[in-house]
């Protein structure tokens, strides 16, 4: 048994890993820290766990996350740089899911999010933790920046038309939709029932975290095209991405839109061909529109894809379940790639439907 | 008084019309006809009607019909096209709030409606009910084509561009999601509550009803428009529409995007502008995110206007409640400017918040 | 134009009257105060009001509410008994929202609210503003204390029952259940979209701030009794109430429990002769369920009446909006009676639906 | 592993069992029925099984059938009176979830369900799976009636008092309220998003088709109790039931009453005691208040009771999923018991939070 332990694990995305590892068959989770809930039961927090796990949220020590084979932070940023150089001395593999090494320029990073970052020596070491682009890279690596919520699903939205280099990458636009649990676990107005219910907004439309991550994968992909747009100089990806908050608990659903350069492209084609071997990304039958709740609580991504009128513009449609494909789940994906797992191993649960 | 009449008010939007007209100063509803409840008081269906609208379901009647000032139709579309001529001959004002006589060219209706349109010849003298651009027209019109709920939102967003001629119209996107009410009120099980609450999808990404209307209307305003690429000879708007189905009752959220030719403009001048004197259009400061709580029940559309990074692409994002401003709301709002009342004479509810 | 005045608008209760005296055609809001908000403008903080209400939040001042004809206190408890006397003694008419005035015995209030009562002079002065129990008082009272929301609806569906004397008062129960802004707007783990919505449960099972407030109610109805059970020395009702939190923003059921000492009443008659002349309290039809949709937003107060299986438990279902008959809508309707105003002035608006 | 056929997988309760066994360890479900969708894939009607469940819908057919271990009826009541016999026969299990063999008295059934029993001969070899009342029985069983959700919930949350014989029986009230898949997957207009959600209503408060199976049930336990009231010559129970529509998906909240005999009874120890070897049944510490999302896809059922103010009354709040203990989830663990695995195989993930 791989043995797991979860730092931070008071949020919704600390919860989702103690629920997919409640019955991962090959790993235990050994240890939980918080430093708010030390010495509470995690059963008292969340009471679904009551009979499945008895853990007690302990303060974080390195000793004592030295015991674990991989060490998950599921905490806001700023607390993994802190705190992973010590674990990883000691040969500890590191899931990240905060946004703290998903970026590699770090003046970017702490402009966008306002503080100075807290170990630049280790970025370079980070390997993104998007398995569909660095599978190979993940198994090796000692410490993983798992990928944003929303820059999951619009990467492995756009992923085969940039590698196909069919589109013009200079008007790319992402019109997102998250649940509410994206926001965390936080008291906050703005995140009330009588606020979000019933109720539909977009937000940070000037601007949002997410878009220079996602736009550092979508060059990423650019530089490495294989298509006739392929090798160009200019890579400068222009993406405009709009956020929006949907009155559900999990799910995103991303509307992406691009023109193509290349009108002879069988883009369903393209997207089946390469996701075939995807363990968790399924390519809709043309004409389909994938629902938000057919994956809920489940790590798989539905991609459908159309031409509207046979024209120039390509939609793609994107669903994932922010706290799964979107977060946790990616993150045990990557543990079982690390440890040379099967890589759906704990993850092979259907959707909750309804 | 003015004597109204409802034609097929068993529906959502004929619900809304009696909740609006229940507390008109100036109106009262004297008809309620409905093939399928004939003989059933309106308030056995909607007990929230119970002691304040006291009819009783009829068969439709021309003669009981022309005793009413003006006659709303209600109707899914196909209905009123059998029914207006000899409404209208008896002097009597239509305002039709389904489909049949927005589109001026028949073969587009009859291609997207599947069916022969029932009477073409009313067509020419039909005007377009939107009062941010037809308010006189429909001042003087018999007949009144009340626009869809998408057509509304997309068309007051587009406009001050549109007018001012500073974007390119050849590549518009109006990304748009509507709560379930849109759906009608008939038993399906797309419709029902586990399978749309907690989810979210597109649908009819490949072509949806209401994009030739738009495209009609925005075609008109290239025509017309006053900026640079005003008068130009290419009018072809190029407009992609992809709407959602959002697990709120009431409320469309329409994010719109457009590239600007003329970087120059203040678009939040613009709007403000445009609107200022418009009673239900509300401009929101800039770097708002309007809500569609915020006009739950009320008339009002809210607009923002984004510039993200102070580029070239403009987002613009608007609310509005599909069954009042995008139904019967505006189809009042027409009656008002049509009777001579003040134009939000009923309509000055604020919005049910939370 | 009567002038109105509210403390603390800025909560869902002080925003529901903002909402209704918006368009009272007899009543104008003139201040606004708020100790956390203080300068900045209403419709800031309520999109929806913008256009609507023009007035800023200010600082709670004497002299300026002495200019109100009526001044709303919507204040967390503990409020209106600081400020209470200052106000009346200026002529002022003052009605609370808060449960400042609702207990007559000072220890049991100072007992469930855990504070001492700041000014238990003014209690005997206070009118509970039930119109149904108490219109002639209301009338002529300086000070009115605006029942509780579950009170509101528990006492309503029992009064017929009460009054006739014909249930053992030894073992009542109701069961209730409210939608989540009864919570009101204070940022709150528990009051989360994800934490609240696609979920339900009880509260308070052992005992709740309304339950000494109804008891109070029921015991004064059993002493006036006018059947078999009346003048019975004995009024000591036994209430179990246990509130429930619904994922809806408005609207609270409640569903009571009671046992007939007198199998010959027609349960449904006693309670339509009662609720025959009042505005606000709709009896429905033998074998109906009220829905809470069908008073949202609404002031009435909807109640069916059933004897499952014609036996001697009879169970009576009460739907009501909680911010409106449960909170400002009834603090409206006393209002209009101390001001000799139509009961239902600013309130005669249907509920919305869907 | 076993093999598993599946009468009737196109509503809610089939797409749960579906569910549940995609990932059962040593279940497979090998024939899939229905007459409506015969020759459809199964993940064409529901994508969140894509790539998970690979059958065919076909015909019902005994020969087929007959290959399987157990086969689950998931049909509505009726379907499966006509083709148990035929089941049976050929040595295959029966676990029935419909309604067929709930109720031991055919006249009863026959009234309740207003049409004549197709198989009352086999109603007595039928076992009434409630595994915490019937483990031994269910074990060597052929033909299990497999309780509704609303009986399971009822009788869970009585068991404990009726076998101490602690309670009144002549006066039970179960208050309950159900999500809104317990109504199927039929297009019905009461079921619709834009009539449940932000809603609640009460139903059938006259009567609903559980109440006789609770009361077989309580009557069952009356005669088998082991406190003072045991063994007593009425064991007639008397018990109000009444149903409420949740504006949730799934789960079952109970909230049942009754009054105590004996005061002196530790009801929470009682309790424990009761379940401390149940591996579904959690009794939550004393002062608790389940949630339904607390056991949202999970098969545990959640209890905690109460004494408001320490008096005679006890109030019991339970909760389940509808689905899952009170349907599918239920039906594995009996499929698990009879087949002698794990009674928590294929059952064991924790609740979806949030």
Request: charged letters at 15%; one cysteine or more; proline letters at 6%.
């Amino acid at each position: 048994m791989i043995k797991v332990g979860i730092v931070g694990a008071t949020g919704y995305t600390g919860a989702e890993l103690l629920r997919l590892l409640a019955v991962h068959p090959e790993a235990q989770v050994i240890v939980i820290t918080s430093r708010s809930e030390q010495g509470k039961p995690v059963a008292d927090l969340y009471p679904s766990l009551r009979g499945i796990i008895d853990l007690v949220f302990s303060l974080p020590d390195v000793d004592q996350l030295a015991q674990c084979d991989v060490v998950f932070f599921a905490t806001p940023h700023g607390v993994a740089q802190s705190m992973v150089a010590s674990i990883l001395e000691r040969g500890v593999k590191v899931i990240d899911l905060s946004a703290d090494f998903r970026i590699r320029d770090v003046p970017t990073w702490e402009s966008w999010y306002g503080q100075a970052h807290g170990a630049p020596e280790l970025i370079p070491q980070a390997v993104y933790g998007l398995p569909e682009l660095n599978r190979e890279a993940i198994a090796s690596a000692n410490l993983i920046a798992c990928p944003g919520c929303y820059p999951t699903s619009v990467q492995l939205g756009f992923l085969p038309l940039m590698e196909a280099g069919c589109i013009d990458i200079s008007d790319l636009i992402a019109n997102s939709a998250s649940g509410v649990s994206g926001a965390g676990r936080q008291a906050s107005i703005g995140a009330l029932h009588a606020e979000v219910s019933d109720s539909f907004k977009a937000y940070a439309a000037s601007g949002h975290r997410h878009l220079p991550e996602i736009v550092q994968g979508l060059n990423d992909m650019a530089l490495s095209a294989s298509g006739p747009a392929g090798g160009s100089a200019d890579t400068s990806v222009n993406l405009t991405f709009v956020p929006h908050l949907l009155p559900i608990n999990r799910g995103i659903h991303s509307t992406l839109y691009a023109t193509l350069t290349d009108l002879s492209v069988d883009v369903q084609a393209l997207f089946e061909a390469r996701y075939a071997d995807e363990p968790f990304v399924d390519v809709l039958p043309a004409g389909s529109h994938p629902q938000t709740n057919s994956v809920r609580g489940s790590n798989v991504c539905r991609i459908a894809v159309h031409r509207p009128n046979g024209g120039a513009k390509v939609v793609v449609l994107v669903v994932e379940d922010n706290l799964t494909k979107g977060a946790s789940g990616q993150g045990i994906q990557c543990m079982n790639i690390i440890c040379g797992l099967t890589e759906n191993a704990g993850l092979a649960a259907p959707a909750l439907l309804p």
